[in-house]
Nanobody, 118 residues
Framework: QVQLVESGGGLVQPGGSLRLSCAASGFTFSIYTMNWYRQAPGKQRELVAGISRSATTYADSVKGRFTISRDNAKNTVYLQMNSLKPEDTAIYYC?????????????WGQGTQVTVSS
């Protein structure tokens, strides 16, 4: 079955950096688009970044600060977060949308907490 396991969250000061990892299993990782979402308290979950086989996409709020990458040999997707701001504080989730039959099913990891505070 599909499993996504995030790691790398923590407490960091404003201006600091963190690298999140998401280890995937149970599907052919290399052919799927992988996404990072985040959800701050009281707010809706939002797409932060996505990576397909050949392209990346970013939310405007993180462009130039965050970098998404993947290692298909390790079935892992990363999110390098630099110049972190207090407003980046959220639970970060790894996501893969998979076509199953005639529908798309979204799989999620358990999330990893990122707190940016002095």
């Amino acid at each position: 079955q599909v499993q996504l396991v995030e790691s790398g969250g923590g407490l960091v000061q404003p201006g600091g950096s963190l690298r999140l990892s998401c280890a995937a299993s149970g599907f052919t990782f290399s052919i799927y688009t992988m996404n990072w979402y985040r959800q701050a308290p009281g707010k809706q979950r939002e797409l932060v970044a996505g990576i397909s086989r050949s392209a990346t996409t970013y939310a405007d709020s993180v462009k130039g600060r965050f970098t998404i990458s993947r290692d298909n040999a390790k079935n892992t997707v990363y999110l390098q977060m630099n110049s972190l701001k207090p407003e980046d504080t959220a639970i970060y989730y790894c996501n893969v949308p998979r076509v199953e039959g005639v529908s798309v099913r979204y799989y999620w990891g358990q999330g990893t907490q990122v707190t940016v505070s002095s």
